[in-house]
């Protein structure tokens, strides 16, 4: 059974830096692509980075040059670098993985 639990989320200045991480168990972590979404109030979840099994990555446009996501195979976690944070990355952070999602962390971006 796929078991995702996020972490890390908060409140942070506009500026500040953040990084998210998700705990993996019941599958095998370095088998999959792993991905962050993100769900602010009133708008659709939606996409903001993969990583594959091999690595590679893509971001949404709205974070390139910002998030990092990454991954530890060894240790069953994706994590997400998330800098020069603004108000409108304020959301619920969710790590995603072959049809299962984790609860979510809330991130709030605020002075």
């Known amino acids: 059974q796929v078991q995702l639990v996020e972490s890390g989320g908060g409140l942070v200045q506009p500026g500040g830096s953040l990084r998210l991480s998700c705990a993996a168990s019941g599958f095998t972590f370095s088998l999959l692509s792993m991905a962050w979404h993100r769900q602010a109030p009133g708008k659709q979840r939606e996409m903001v980075a993969v990583i594959t099994s091999l690595g590679d990555t893509n971001y949404a446009d709205s974070v390139k040059g910002r998030f990092t996501i990454s991954r530890d195979n060894a240790k069953n976690t994706l994590y997400l670098q998330m800098n020069s944070l603004k108000p409108e990355d304020t959301a619920v952070y969710y790590c995603?993985?072959?049809?299962?999602w984790g609860q979510g962390t809330q991130v709030t971006v605020s002075s």
């Open positions: 995603y993985t072959s049809n299962s």
